[in-house]
Each structure stands twice: as structure tokens, then as C-alpha cells.
């Protein structure tokens, strides 16, 4: 059964899925496999099924998201969070709870690590509320549930699993008191209806979404986030998103690796860099090299320091991560593209790195995602390409793999006709 632009259209309109984003192939599966359960004998009657079928609309949406999360991802995001939260408590005199917002939330790793980050630094119960939404009926299902396996704990540092959760034949149980305080729903960022009647939120999370959406979309959900973000309040959003952020009204609180947004900060200039440290007291330092503006979070600014700062120049920066990926050292790459899409525009080379860093760490599906975003901007990239051709045969799409190929080597014979 061959693609039905009806069905990549609903998607589109439906989820803001861009087809381009994760490849015609893998929604084609999806279709294949939705129109077998179904018993669909063309491509039509399955569209007709699915028009008239709230409960099939839901069943195909469930069988092309992209699901992948895990505790802690991003982990300097945490931190920053765990530091502003405190300053901002003091803000607002801690007169009322902190509202949180996890966007798409996934199974659930996101919303609970924000519990136990904010837990863990302090923050008494009442002092915080988590809200959790997904697309995903059954993702956010998951994430009621609060069992998890150990694929979703994948960073170096996995203390806080013997803190907050417990272990059992089924796998890790999270503890009550981190459930507590996390309120998951279903939610769709595309439905004007939705948080309408609720009052904004200090801190939103909507990570690994937008890169699913075409510019358009994005646009449109970029209005959505900074009405539900607090005037004084702070955008976390994924690596590859914060490009476009910029565009819309919003800058960088200059945070690495926090991919942090207000409407607020100025943006720190390239050069000097700063870290956070983990602990007060400041060191003493002149106020020249104060980062940020004092709103959002005034207290905030005082736990920053300059480091020695990474390379500004973009082509530093590109020779930088490859020298890194080539020497297998993949979290330092990755943090290195992370800079370069904080401080440049995006080039379809640290998404070609991004996504060969991710399929070396077993992530096929975000591999996907960053090969196709390197080829939306670049779409004869020849190792983009090359990978996400590999990529596709392994999982099976013999003739996705094939057209990419072709395409490759068109783009090679031209290159060498121009050549001479
Ligand atoms: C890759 S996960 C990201 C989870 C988490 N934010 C993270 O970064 O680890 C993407 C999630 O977006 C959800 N999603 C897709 N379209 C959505 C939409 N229009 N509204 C809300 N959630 C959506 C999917 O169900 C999936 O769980």
C-alpha cells in the first residue's frame, strides 16, 4: 500500500508531525501496520476507517510518535532549574507554589526528574507543582504507572535511582513522594483550548518536540509556549530547538548546555563563557562580569563564574566535535554541537554529528531525526545520506535505504563533473 498524502496531512494537523522530519518510510510502516490491524485492503479504505474512527486516529498517532526520554536528560537543565527555582521562590516570597509544566512529557521521565532535582535541593513539597502532558494516551498511561526499566536511566551518574525509587521484579518503582508531586495528563500542544483557563507557569519544559514540526508549526507553538511562560519565567527547550527561539522574542539566559530561554536576559556575549558552580558562595568578581540582567531571578546571577571559553568560531567549533566524535568521546561531542547551535545558526553538520552520536548510543529513531533535519538544510549532505540510508536498511526499509543512495551518488557524480 503506497503513501496516502491524506494520511501524512491529518498527521501534520493532527500532531504538527512533519512527514520530512522522520522520513515518509516510517509513517508508511506505521500506516502498514494500522491498515493490517484493521483489516484496510487499500489505501482508501483505510483512510475512510480512520475518518471515521476516533479510536484509530489515537492508534496511529501512538504508532508514529517518538517516545524517547529518560531520567536527567540534559543534566546541567536540572541544575539550572534546581538554582533558578530557589531564586525565584524568594521572588515571589514564597507566597505560593511553583508551577511547572512538562511538555510533551512522554512517559514520564521528564516531569519526575524535575520532582527530584527540585527535591533534592531542598524544596519542600509544598513548595512546587509539576504538570505532565503527552499526546500520548499511552505514554502518559506509562508515566501514571511510574515503572520504569533501565533503559531510562542512561547517564554516567545514576544516584538518585537509590534515593527515589524502589526496586522490584517489574523494575523501578518511583517513590511516592516524587509522584506526589507530578499531576500527568493528556495534552495536545496543537489545541487552542489548552491550559486556556489556567494562570502561567514559572518554568516550562518542551523538549524534543519543535524539532518534529516545520517552521511554520514551530512558529505557531512557540506563541502557545511563551503565553503558558510566565512574564518572569523560563523556556527549557532541546539542543537542536534553541536556534529558533531567537526568532521568536526569546533569548538564552547564557547557561551552556541549559538550553534555557526568557523574555528577559540578555544574551551572554561569546566570549567570556560561564559555568555554573555547584554551591554558593560566589567568589568575588567585579560586576563587569555579571552575565545576566538581574530579571528574570535576580539571585540567580550571583552563582555563575567565566571559564576558559570554549572556541566562539564556528569552524573551530565544527573541527572541535569532529576531532571529539572521532576519539569516541561522545558526550564531550555532543556538548560541543550543543554550543554550536546555542551560539550559531544551524548547520547541517552538527546535525549529521548529533545524529551519528545518537545511533552510536543505540537511538535509531532520534539518529533518524537529526540525519533528516541535516538534509532539510543541506539536502545532498553526503554522510547524512550515507547513514541514514544505513539506517534504514537496518531497520528493515530496503527501498527508503535504495532512494537515499541514489541520491547520494547523484550528488557525488555531479560533484565530480563540477570538479572537472
Ligand atoms: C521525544 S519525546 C520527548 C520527551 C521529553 N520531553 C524529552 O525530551 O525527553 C516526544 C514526545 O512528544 C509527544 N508529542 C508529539 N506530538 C505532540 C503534540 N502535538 N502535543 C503533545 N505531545 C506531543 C510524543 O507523544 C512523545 O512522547
Not at 107 to 114: A, H, Q, R
Not at 125 to 154: C, I, M, T, W
Amino acid at each position: 500500500m503506497s503513501s496516502d498524502p491524506r494520511v501524512f496531512n491529518f498527521l501534520k494537523e493532527r500532531i504538527g508531525l512533519d512527514v520530512a522530519s522522520v522520513g515518509e518510510a516510517i509513517i508508511e510502516r506505521a500506516v502498514r501496520q494500522r491498515s493490517q490491524a484493521v483489516h484496510a485492503q487499500t489505501a482508501d479504505d483505510y483512510w475512510q476507517q480512520l475518518q471515521r474512527s476516533h479510536d484509530e486516529q489515537q492508534a496511529l498517532i501512538e504508532a508514529v510518535i517518538v517516545p524517547e526520554t529518560w531520567f536527567f536528560r540534559y543534566p546541567e537543565s536540572f541544575a539550572t532549574l534546581a538554582r533558578l527555582a530557589k531564586a525565584r521562590l524568594a521572588e515571589i516570597k514564597q507566597m505560593r507554589a511553583l508551577r511547572i509544566l512538562s511538555l510533551p512529557c512522554s512517559t514520564g521521565e521528564e516531569p519526575y526528574s524535575i520532582a527530584m532535582a527540585l527535591l533534592d535541593a531542598g524544596l519542600a513539597p509544598h513548595q512546587f507543582k509539576v504538570l505532565g502532558l503527552d499526546v500520548s494516551p499511552l505514554s502518559v498511561e506509562r508515566a501514571r504507572r511510574g515503572v520504569y526499566g533501565k533503559n531510562s536511566f542512561r547517564g554516567a551518574d545514576i544516584e538518585f535511582r537509590d534515593r527515589h525509587f524502589s526496586e522490584s521484579a517489574d523494575g523501578f518503582h518511583i517513590s511516592e513522594r516524587v509522584r506526589e508531586q507530578v499531576r500527568l495528563q493528556v495534552g495536545n500542544l496543537l489545541d487552542p483550548t489548552l491550559l486556556a483557563n489556567e494562570a502561567s507557569y514559572d518554568f516550562v519544559f518542551c523538549r524534543n518536540l519543535l524539532i518534529y514540526f516545520d517552521q511554520p508549526t514551530q512558529k505557531q507553538v512557540f506563541d502557545v509556549l511563551k503565553g503558558l511562560t510566565h512574564e518572569d519565567g523560563v523556556l527549557f527547550i532541546g539542543p537542536a530547538e534553541g536556534s529558533l527561539l531567537g526568532r521568536h522574542g526569546m533569548k538564552s539566559i547564557g547557561v551552556p548546555q541549559s538550553f534555557a530561554f526568557s523574555r528577559h536576559v540578555e544574551p551572554v556575549k561569546p566570549e567570556p563563557v560561564f559555568a555554573p558552580i555547584p554551591a554558593p558562595p560566589p567568589p568575588p568578581r567585579s560586576a563587569a562580569a555579571l552575565p545576566v540582567k538581574p530579571r528574570p531571578f535576580s539571585t540567580f546571577s550571583a552563582q555563575v563564574v567565566p571559564i576558559k571559553a570554549p572556541p566562539s568560531d564556528a569552524a573551530d567549533l565544527l573541527s572541535q566535535i569532529a576531532t571529539l566524535a572521532n576519539e569516541g568521546k561522545s558526550a564531550e561531542a555532543r556538548a560541543a554541537c550543543e554550543r554550536y547551535l546555542s551560539n550559531h545558526p544551524p548547520a547541517a553538520q552538527v546535525f549529521y554529528w548529533l545524529g551519528l552520536l545518537s545511533d552510536v548510543a543505540g537511538s535509531a529513531l532520534e539518529a533518524q531525526g537529526f540525519y533528516r533535519k541535516a538534509l532539510y538544510l543541506e539536502p545532498q549532505h553526503p554522510q547524512a545520506l550515507m547513514h541514514l540510508a544505513a539506517l534504514l536498511e537496518s531497520q528493515g526499509d530496503s527501498a527508503g535505504a535504495r532512494r537515499l543512495q541514489a541520491r547520494a551518488a547523484r550528488s557525488e557524480r555531479a560533484d565530480s563533473e563540477s570538479k572537472r
